[in-house]
């Protein structure tokens, strides 16, 4: 895995750490938990597109659909996986 691969990864991984963490509390703050979860789905495919050598652009959750087979389109645009 690549050096920068694993810095995304270490930061999906922290901020679905803090979502879990959110999740327990005896008082859960429902916002701040959604905003962790879509922070680390943003950096997690970040990370996927850093490994597999795709020019990465601005990524936004909203803006990713999955298809049928390994076609994964972001923007937009197909993704070979």
């Known amino acids: ?5 694993k810095e995304w990864v270490r930061k999906a991984e922290n ?9 327990l509390s005896s008082e859960p703050l429902h916002d701040q938990l959604c ?17 597999l050598d795709h020019e990465r652009r601005e990524v936004q ?4 659909g999955v298809k049928k ?4 389109f972001v923007a937009g645009e197909e993704v070979e996986l």
């Open 1 to 5: 895995m690549k050096r920068t691969t």
């Open 15 to 23: 901020d679905y750490r803090t979502a879990e963490l959110l999740a």
């Open 35 to 51: 905003f962790h979860c879509q922070q680390a789905a943003e950096k997690y495919l970040k990370a996927l597109l850093e490994e």
């Open 61 to 64: 959750i909203q803006a990713i």
């Open 69 to 72: 087979g390994n076609r994964l």
